[in-house]
């Protein structure tokens, strides 16, 4: 089974919080989709991932797929349009773990 890595972190714009502007908190990863491995295309995907169906498997060919958003990214770098597709399970960075809410005394 081929594997599937991200293409490069990409930073946000500034975002303030507790009162302090704070450069380049959000990243999104910038993924490379090989033809095979997401449906409806042709060619090479370069997007920028925004949203996981992480909820919503969808069982297609054998395999499972998530649907995914993002803004796609073209051979010079340049951000295009808004997309949606579905991708390779296997394909995409793992699901964040869910962090417990801290408790205060």
């Given amino acids: 089974m081929r594997r599937c890595h ?4 990409v930073a946000d714009e500034p975002t303030m919080r507790d009162g302090r502007l704070q450069p380049r908190l959000h990243r999104r990863l910038v993924h490379e989709f090989a033809e095979s491995d997401y ?3 042709i060619g090479t995907l370069t997007i920028k991932l925004d949203r ?3 909820d919503r498997p969808v069982p297609f ?3 499972t797929w998530l649907e995914v958003e993002g803004t796609v990214i073209d051979g010079s770098g340049r951000e ?6 579905l991708v390779r399970a296997h394909c995409l ?3 964040p773990t869910r962090k417990r809410p801290r408790l205060r005394p």
Avoid: F, L, N, Q
């Fill in 6 to 9: 991200p293409k490069v972190w």
């Fill in 39 to 41: 449906c409806y295309g």
């Fill in 52 to 54: 996981i169906g992480w």
């Fill in 61 to 63: 060919e054998g395999d």
């Fill in 80 to 85: 295009g349009a808004r997309r949606e597709v």
């Fill in 93 to 95: 960075p793992p699901r």
